[in-house]
T-cell receptor, first 114, second 114 residues
C-alpha cells in the first residue's frame, strides 16, 4: 500500500530564513509527487510536481523540491520565506490503482515569524 | 477560463439527514474527484468520476455517492449523516483520467453535523 509521511506537523521559521518541509513516501509502484499549499479557508493550490525527468523541481513562489528515489523523499525547500508563506503544506503521491488518485500526507503548518 | 467552484460554502445538518454538495469543474475537464478533509488531517480520497461514470473509490461506505453531469458539474451525496462526517469536502477536476494529471481544487464545502 502507498502512504505519505510528513513528520513535522508544525514548522516555525523567521522571515527571510530558509525552510525545508519534509515528505517521505512508501510505494511499491511508480509514483508521481506533488506539493500543494492551503491558505486559511481556501482550497488546495499546486506548488510543484514531479512526474519524471530532472529530480530537482521548481515551483511557484520560489519553492523547489528534490525527488530522491533511494531515500523515498520529496522535501520542499525555500531559501527565504515571507510572512505570506504562512499556510498548510501538503505532500501527495499520485498512484495508479484503477485510476489515478492522490494520497495526501497529514500536512505541515508553516508559520513565518516577523 | 473559470476555476473550480463549490456550493454551498458552509452547511449545518443533523445526524441522520442527507446532504448534497455541488461542484462545477474547470471548463473542459472530464474528471472530477472528491476528497474529505477532517480537521487537522490531509484530504482523503472518496471517489472519482470520469465521463459521468464512477472511476475509482476510496475507503468510504456506499452512503457516499456521486454524480457527474455533461456540463462538467458534479454532486456528492451523503445519506444518513454521522457526526464523523463533519469535515471540509473538496472537489478537484482534471483533464484526463489515464495519467497523473494535476488536479485543480475548489475552495471546499465545510459540513458540520450536529
Amino acid at each position: 500500500a502507498q502512504s505519505v509521511t510528513q513528520l513535522d506537523s508544525q514548522v516555525p521559521v523567521f522571515e527571510e530564513a530558509p525552510v525545508e518541509l519534509r515528505c517521505n513516501y512508501s510505494s511499491s509502484v511508480s509514483v508521481y509527487l506533488f506539493w500543494y499549499v492551503q491558505y486559511p479557508n481556501q482550497g488546495l493550490q499546486l506548488l510543484l510536481k514531479y512526474l519524471s525527468g530532472s529530480t530537482l523541481v521548481k515551483g511557484i513562489n520560489g519553492f523547489e523540491a528534490e525527488f530522491n528515489k533511494s531515500q523515498t523523499s520529496f522535501h520542499l525547500r525555500k531559501p527565504s520565506v515571507h510572512i505570506s508563506d504562512t499556510a498548510e503544506y501538503f505532500c501527495a503521491v499520485s498512484v495508479l490503482t484503477g485510476t489515478y488518485k492522490y494520497i495526501f500526507g497529514t500536512g505541515t503548518r508553516l508559520k513565518v515569524l516577523a | 477560463e473559470t476555476g473550480v467552484t463549490q456550493s454551498p460554502t458552509h452547511l449545518i445538518k443533523t445526524r441522520g439527514q442527507q446532504v448534497t454538495l455541488r461542484c462545477s469543474s474547470q471548463s473542459g475537464h472530464n474528471t472530477v474527484s472528491w476528497y474529505q478533509q477532517a480537521l487537522g488531517q490531509g484530504p482523503q480520497f472518496i471517489f472519482q468520476y470520469y465521463r459521468e461514470e464512477e472511476n475509482g473509490r476510496g475507503n468510504f461506505p456506499p452512503r457516499f455517492s456521486g454524480l457527474q453531469f455533461p456540463n462538467y458539474s458534479s454532486e456528492l451525496n451523503v445519506n444518513a449523516l454521522e457526526l464523523d462526517d463533519s469535515a471540509l469536502y473538496l472537489c478537484a477536476s482534471s483533464l484526463v483520467s489515464g495519467s497523473p494529471e494535476t488536479q485543480y481544487f475548489g475552495p471546499g464545502t465545510r459540513l458540520l453535523v450536529l
